[in-house]
């Protein structure tokens, strides 16, 4: 029974389904030219969103030919613009324009180039992207027959730089670059048809572009990892500096328990500086980790497309894999060595800082047992002198109940009763004294118990 109410359909699988066929490559066929340009939004635009700012070149570029442009949500778009052919896909940083061009007959390379459908496209709206081309590239469909060395003579004439990269790929077919842009500002690339089947030269094409526009945007992180060199050299030297100061901070801190106030400061000083070391390293980490993140990405994919050309060599000249294995793969490890450096030197800067937090810990609990002993010797001196002030108050006292008991007595005669006031204040002195200790030894225990 076929489904045919779409709200048995989960939410999502419709716009899955369609997702692994919404980058079809071009349909080409020697002889034929495609432009490429691959627009990066940088500054103000990045800021607005790659998506918003690749849109509205787009639907600049459709206004002008009188087309409508996709929507909001597009992220690919195809349309046949009668003297060329355009395919724009919308990725994560960039978008790629590829202008194809059918030729009615086979054309001299240089022509070839000379007639690349670059030039159909309007001049305002090429200058409105001043500042956003990471990539531009011709690509030259060809289906002229000669052996590789004599074609390779002709691709030679028609590329600036003196280092010719070919190789025979897919079986049936040729690559051949400089990778250098050329004073018109375009990269050139010649692919030779030697017998593609179908569809086999539409593919083959979008694989050297996207290695092309990789390359590039891979390389996007080989300024900040140059950038950032001489500041984690600097941190790194600061680091030193720090370590050096701890390991000579004065050895009675882990000798003697005398640590002046100073070694304290001293320390929570070493902390400060630690904790600054830590923070300028994050923020470096912030601004450079996406970077080199999407750069190992880009390089991957590079990777990938070449393996997807099946290269074979031609003595003579570099293979494409043999090219960036030389002068890309260097740089990546760069991105690479910078990254795992920044990696590094933030655990190098969090043991340091936990090693300095445990001297300050150490640094702490000395200063409080030489605040706890003095509380000590305090306390003992309060003691001993609270015993005294008891024994004088066991005196007083004593003097005061005699001294009652004194006048007493002498009441007592004067009534004339027949006591001795004198007799009596001497034998009642021990009683008496005896008798107020007794008290007040009974009064702190009721205290303490208490």
């Given amino acids: 029974m076929a489904i045919v109410f779409s709200r048995l359909n989960h939410p999502q699988r419709v716009p899955l389904a369609a997702e692994v066929h919404s980058r ?21 635009d990045a800021r607005q969103g790659n998506a918003t700012t690749q849109q509205a070149i787009l639907a600049s570029l459709c206004a002008h030919f009188g087309v409508a442009a996709p929507g909001e949500d ?9 003297r060329f052919r355009l395919k724009w896909e919308c990725h994560t940083e960039f978008a790629s324009f590829t202008f194809a061009q059918k030729h009615e007959h086979e054309l001299p390379l240089a022509e070839a180039f000379q007639r690349a459908p670059i030039h159909h496209v309007p001049q305002d709206w090429l200058l ?24 390779a003579e002709n691709v030679r004439r028609v590329l600036e730089g003196s280092n010719l990269v070919g190789s025979k790929v897919l079986q049936n077919g040729e690559i051949w670059t400089d990778f250098l842009i050329q004073s018109d500002g375009f990269s050139r690339f010649v692919v030779r048809d030697a017998g ?5 030269c539409g593919r083959l094409v979008q694989r ?50 005398d640590v002046p106030g100073s070694h304290a400061d001293r320390e929570q000083a070493l902390l400060g500086d630690i904790t600054a070391l830590a923070a300028r390293l994050e923020k470096l980490s912030l601004d450079n980790s996406y970077r080199f993140s999407a750069s190992e990405a880009y ?15 031609y003595d003579g000249h570099a293979t494409v894999g043999e090219f960036m294995d030389r002068r890309l793969t260097p740089a990546m490890n760069t991105c690479s060595a910078a990254s795992r450096r920044q990696e590094l030197l933030a655990e190098r800067i969090a043991h340091t800082n936990d090693l300095l ?52 007595g002498k009441a007592a005669k004067a009534a004339g009763l027949p006591v ?21 030894r009974r009064m702190h225990k009721h205290l303490h118990a208490g």
């Fill in 24 to 44: 079809p490559f071009l349909r080409l066929e020697a002889p034929e030219t495609i432009s490429h340009l691959a627009i990066h939004a940088s500054g103000e």
């Fill in 74 to 82: 597009a992220r690919y778009f195809f349309h046949d613009f009668g």
């Fill in 128 to 151: 409105g992207l001043q500042g956003k081309v990471m990539v531009a590239a011709h690509v030259v469909l060809d289906r002229s027959a000669g052996t590789p060395r004599e074609f």
């Fill in 196 to 200: 593609f089947l179908e569809q086999q």
């Fill in 208 to 257: 050297v572009l996207e290695i092309e526009t990789y390359r590039m945007m891979a390389l996007l992180g080989l300024p900040h990892a140059q950038m950032a060199t001489p500041v984690l050299n600097g941190i790194e030297g600061e680091l030193a500096s720090l370590t050096a100061n701890m390991v000579d901070t004065d050895d009675v801190i882990a000798l003697s328990d």
């Fill in 299 to 313: 390089f991957r994919l590079v990777n990938s497309r070449i393996d997807e050309l099946h290269e074979t060599r």
């Fill in 357 to 408: 937090r445990t001297r300050v810990g150490i640094v702490q609990e000395r200063q409080n047992r030489r605040i706890l002993q003095s509380m000590n010797a305090r306390a003992a001196q309060q003691l001993r002198l609270q015993q005294a002030v008891e024994g004088l108050s066991v005196a007083a006292i004593s003097y005061y109940m005699v001294g009652l008991f004194g006048y007493a």
């Fill in 420 to 440: 001795n006031p004198d007799l009596l204040t001497g034998v009642l002195v021990p009683l008496v004294a005896l008798g107020v200790w007794l008290g007040l």
